[in-house]
């Protein structure tokens, strides 16, 4: 058959092929590496599969590996990885607005004397729309905006509620509920929002009709839409966490918090963690799945009053605010002490909020600062307050509430006699992503927006400290595999073993008392089975000499060096010994014809 | 002095020019602009695999007219919906399956069944064979669709059991007793082709496609033979386990080719090493009874004894798509359609059974975006096939036996609903096959060391290749 195949000009035979290409192959060709270039024109030049190069996949990092076909996945997969890596970094270049900002020109100038009224003037008419007054008389006001910044939800805590577009000037719903009114929130886009009221939390549609009275929810005070899982988060007076999957209206789980009434709760959006802020002083972190909180800590020495997480570092920087006027900001990976923290001026409950760009808004008393990103993340040990990037004085108090609009540069500042919106250069992302949230979207992107982020809705077990946990490998098992005297190897926690377990399992135990042990227990089994005059017979000599019932004596599982230097005697006692024994065989053997009898002499 | 410049978001950059217009999109792939997206991609996999499973009715038409059993079918070359039938009663049926209508019935083309049908290269004329020891050439090109009467008949010794035409000559090759070349002009077979020492009954001969001139045959003496016509020699047999029933090159790569074996397995071998298979197919739970290559060779299908269509990826020896009816019988015969998306399968109650290759796949007319949609929903399932979860989805096994080999898991029953009969059989299948493996185990443990070394399942299968 293979000379019908070569006669008729086919395929070559296999062997054949292989045998020509082993002399190029050891020539000095140099693996060929990855080309970006060749990657990213691959993609649309595609050649079958037979006509392929195997040659050109980068064989650097999976070289380990036996299996071929495993190889060649792992390879295209790592060629198509980076591939996709330079295509991200090119399309940075398409990013088309920059960040505002405030840059100084000379040593002297700082950003916080230039005040609001200067930085109206300096910009253009559409940016300056941003600040504004409104004027309101329902107590002190509470905001919220949408996930695209568009719109904004205010609460008065008299029972004056409105929703309404900034941008535009127009109004969705306005609500008089003249009961008290501690929180509210927008869920998943401007048609719904939730208020939070003086006995239950109640759902609104976007031309203020009441949806939906939560009555599980009891005396809520803060509220929080988790707008990936399509949860609503509240808690209130009675200091239970409660999940509302607002997707298909169940209770999903309530955490007890036994901490009291809490007023202070934020969300990280990278995470999906709810922080908790308590009367003790405590800053708890909350999952749906951890009936215990996931992370407790003493952030203060009073009540805590405001809790906000830093978006711009992936959620990495918490801020804390206590009743005793300190602001705090922690990593959160790593809880020992605070980055830095400052007293504020003239006490109060400090509000905080962070931006999308990492500017951290602290409103107290009657002034709103801003401070910027490289100075507030810096662990710095004097608890002085970080250079101040912008400040703000607002005469009516009490603030009590700060947000940041979402792309774009404005603070929403909330107090007794309405909201102050004040612009804030440089705090804002300037790009925004369509897929994600888009400010311009109209009724039918909306519509179709909500339809595909229901379909992604990621199941609430999901939400965990590392969000990254999801398509990990799962980590090697904790168990250690262990045999206990013969037994079968079990899987058994390092902990849960006994001592010489562990000792052995970590490689630290004594093993040479283990031995001597272990021959005069064999001893002993077998002499329960000989008779008497065997086990007088076999007795071992010279077991109670002083030295070695000390050391028989000594416990098995420790490293003495007294015993350690007595063996070692003996040892050489020994050796000694066997070396003298030795000698004098040589001595007396030496003369002695060998015999044929020598080989039925015991040998030593 | 200081420098201020405030953000604003030009609305003409982000809003339509004219109404109507498509809103301009904006991209910022910053990751920190996308929390969760892992976890939003994973359940994007997994509804994607739940909707490949809810969308899953691979059934797609029954052609009748035959009133036995359907033995044989062939597609026409260069048509995408023509595909002729033979069956048991000795008709001949030709099919077009996107009006699935009868082209052409000649319902008493043999005495006794036709067993063999084959097309001429430029699909005119059909040949067929049949246990009345006739070979028989019909025109079906064109107008003169419509006779009964063949334009030629060729009188054999012996009854035919298969039937195939060259690639681009006027012979074919026809199985009986022997394998005998046949012209299309002449009336008695140009050459006999044997094996020297063979006394075979020849199942099946097929030619392959691209090295036009060697054949391969299998026969009822558990043997599968390769011919060179030029030659007019047998130039290798092969010597198996089990007697093979049907054959099929593979329109892609040349030297491979496939085999269904009586004994639940497919083979495909290398015709260069024919001494171990490449890869053995293991799902079948009784005797394989026809196979067929996509012609896009990276597939191909298998109909058994069992009652059950099988579809295979090529190299993949486990998990095959499994399709079943009610009322499916015996499936004597199956191939695939010219442009690989249909399978077709007869069978012994005497109906043609259109399936889809891909279950779930949508018939009809695909717009881009939805193209791009099933395009990502694929890459998706493959990027997240390792999720437990999204595999519990897609897979085919449902539990794995704790076992140390592997190649036992696949005959063990899947989440796709079998028939009672089909399950059981897997499950005693399964038990037998263990209880194989134990016994053998437990006696090379109790063999002195290195005496019995066990054999790897590939080198089971060939008893003796000879030249």
Known sequence: M?????????????????????PAKSGPSKPKKSDQTSNSVAK?????????????????????????????????QSARGARAQALVEDAEMLLMDDAGGMQVESEMDRTWRVGQTEIVQSTGQEAAKGRREYKLDSGPYRSRYTRNGRHLAIVGRTGHVSTFDWQTGTVHAELQLQETCRDITFLQDQSFFAVAQKKYVFIYDRDGVEIHCLKAHIEPTRLEFLPYHWLLATIGNPGYLKYQDTSTGQLLIEHRTKLGACNAMTQNLHNAVIHLGHQNGCVTLWTPNLPHPAVQLLAHLGPVVSVSVDPSQGGRYMATAGRDGTVKVWDCRNWKGAVREWTVRGGGDPELDWSARGYLSVASSGTVNV???PSIHTPFNAKTAPPLYMTHPIPHRPLTSVRFAPFQDILTVGHAAGLSSVLVPGSGEPNFDSRE?????????????????????????????????????????????????????????????????????????????????????????????????????????????????YLRKQRKNVIDPAAVAIRAKLEKQKEEKKRAAAAAVAESGENKKPSALDRFKRTK | MVKISVLQHDPSAHLPVRPGDPTPISRNLNPLMHP????????????????????AKPFVASLEGHIDAVEVLCRRPGSLTDMASGSWDGGIILHNLSTRKQILKVPQAHKGKASGLCFSPDGERLLSCGVDRNVKLWAVGGDNASTSTPLNVFPGKAAFNSIDHHRTEPLFAT?????????????????????????????SVRFNMSESSVLASIGSDRTFTLYDIRTGKAERRVVMQMQSNAI??????????????????????????????????????????????????????????????RIWQEGRGRAPEVYHTKRMQRVTSSIFSADARFVLSGSDDGNVRIWKAKASEKLGVITARERAAI?????????????????????????????????????????????????????????????????????????????????????????????
């Open chain 1, 44 to 76: 649309h030049t595609k050649v079958p599969k037979s006509l392929q190069d195997t040659h050109e996949l980068p064989e650097d990092g999976y070289k380990h590996i036996a299996n071929k076909k495993l190889r060649t996945h792992l390879n295209r």
């Open chain 2, 375 to 467: 395009e990502y929903r694929n890459t998706l399932k493959e990027r997240w096939r390792v999720d437990s979860e999204v595999d519990r989805v897609a897979r085919f096994v449902i539990f794995v036996v704790p076992c140390h080999r592997v190649f036992l898991h696949d005959v063990i029953s899947s989440t796709r609903h079998l028939p009672k009969s089909v399950h059981q059989t897997a499950k005693l299948k399964t038990t037998m096959l263990e209880a194989r493996r134990v016994k053998d185990e437990r006696r090379r443990k109790h063999s002195r060391l290195g005496e019995s070394k066990p054999k790897p399942e590939r080198k089971k299968v060939v008893i003796a290749e000879q030249t």
């Open chain 2, 248 to 309: 099929s090159w593979s329109p892609t790569f040349p030297t491979t080719i496939l085999l269904a074996s009586e004994d639940h397995n497919l083979y495909t071998f290398d015709i260069r090493h024919l001494e171990s298979p490449t890869q053995i197919y293991k799902a079948h739970v009784a005797a394989v009874m026809s196979c067929d290559w996509s012609p896009t060779g990276l597939e191909f299908v298998s109909g058994g004894w069992d009652r059950t269509v």
């Open chain 2, 175 to 203: 199985a009986s007793n022997t394998v005998q070349i046949w012209d299309e002009t002449k009336s008695a077979p140009v050459s006999n082709l044997t094996f020297p020492t063979s006394t075979e009954t020849i199942n």
């Open chain 1, 437 to 549: 949230a888009d400010p311009f979207e109209n009724t039918k992107a909306r519509g179709e927006r909500e339809v595909k982020s229901l379909l992604d809705k990621i199941q609430p077990d999901l939400i965990t400290l590392d969000p990254e946990m999801v398509g990990n490998l799962a980590p090697p098992s904790k168990l250690t595999v262990t045999t206990f005297d013969g037994k079968p190897a079990v899987e058994v926690p390092y902990a849960r073993l006994p001592r010489i377990e562990r000792l052995r399992v970590s490689g630290k135990i004594d093993e040479t008392e283990d031995n001597s042990g272990d021959e005069g227990g064999v001893n002993g089994e077998e002499g329960k089975k000989l008779s008497k005059e065997e086990r007088e017979k076999r007795k071992t000599r010279g077991k109670g000499k002083s030295l070695k019932r």
């Open chain 1, 2 to 22: 293979d000379s019908l195949i070569a006669r008729a000009d086919a395929i070559q035979p296999y062997k054949k092929r292989k045998t020509s290409h082993i």
């Open chain 1, 371 to 373: 401070y910027n990103p």
């Open chain 2, 36 to 55: 969760f997206s892992r976890a939003r991609e994973r359940t994007r996999a997994l509804n994607a695999a739940k909707m490949d499973r809810m969308f």
